[in-house]
T-cell receptor, first 114, second 113 residues
Framework: DVKVTQSSRYLVKRTGEKVFLECVQD?????MFWYRQDPGLGLRLIYF???????EKGDIPEGYSVSREKKERFSLILESASTNQTSMYLC?????????????FGPGTRLTVL | AQSVTQPDIHITVSEGASLELRCNYS??????LFWYVQSPGQGLQLLLK??????LVQGIKGFEAEFKRSQSSFNLRKPSVHWSDAAEYFC???????????FGAGTTVTVRA
């Protein structure tokens, strides 16, 4: 079974702090994704990576950056956390294109910014 | 741009009753369509997906969905719900040459005894 793990289930940070969310997948998948989930808005794509050191902006990249130094690990970085970044963050991975290969999701990190 | 609409924010259904969740999409070409479920405290799990061929798709946990091109819909159904089906359900769409999924806002299902 594919396993996608996220470093924390719950995280509380203060405004202005630099925040790192880590995601690891164990199936040698090429693609990794970071989504943000908010009530009434569903999941919105922040960034994705289709190869090591490669990244592309999703629909809501503002205020976020990402890092993928190794194939299995994809980090989401909030350079200076703000209260409007309080949300559930979901990581996912897939082998190929969304149309042909399933995206597998981690359990999520609920981030609260005070 | 592709988009997905789930008209129902919240549905309450009795255990043993049937369930239908609506999904409408907007996309120029033939879409790839998905239903995911998120149980409380869990990540998303794929229930089923439609790429082509038979418009009635069978998934896990006894769910099925029907693709209707004329109505731009991909509704999810289950004949008899169990208490464990209480969850949030997301419809998603992708194109054939894209890495990205576009999700609907989700429908929360409550199952009453």
């Amino acid at each position: 079974d594919v396993k996608v793990t996220q470093s924390s289930r719950y995280l509380v940070k203060r405004t202005g702090e630099k925040v790192f969310l880590e995601c690891v997948q164990d199936m040698d998948h090429e693609n990794m994704f970071w989504y943000r989930q908010d009530p009434g808005l569903g999941l919105r794509l922040i960034y994705f990576s289709y190869d090591v050191k490669m990244k592309e902006k999703g629909d809501i990249p503002e205020g976020y950056s990402v890092s993928r130094e190794k194939k299995e690990r994809f980090s989401l970085i909030l350079e200076s956390a703000s209260t409007n970044q309080t949300s559930m963050y979901l990581c996912a991975s897939s082998l190929g294109l969304a149309g042909t290969d399933t995206q597998y999701f981690g359990p999520g990190t609920r981030l609260t910014v005070l | 741009a592709q988009s997905v609409t789930q008209p129902d924010i919240h549905i309450t259904v009795s255990e043993g009753a049937s369930l239908e969740l609506r999904c409408n999409y907007s996309y120029g070409a033939t879409p790839y369509l998905f239903w995911y479920v998120q149980s409380p405290g869990q990540g998303l799990q794929l229930l089923l997906k439609y790429f082509s061929g038979d418009t009635l798709v069978q998934g896990i946990k006894g769910f099925e969905a029907e693709f209707k091109r004329s109505q731009s819909s991909f509704n999810l159904r289950k004949p008899s719900v169990h208490w464990s089906d209480a969850a949030e359900y997301f419809c998603a769409v992708a194109s054939s040459n894209d890495y990205k999924l576009s999700f609907g806002a989700g429908t929360t299902v409550t199952v009453r005894a």
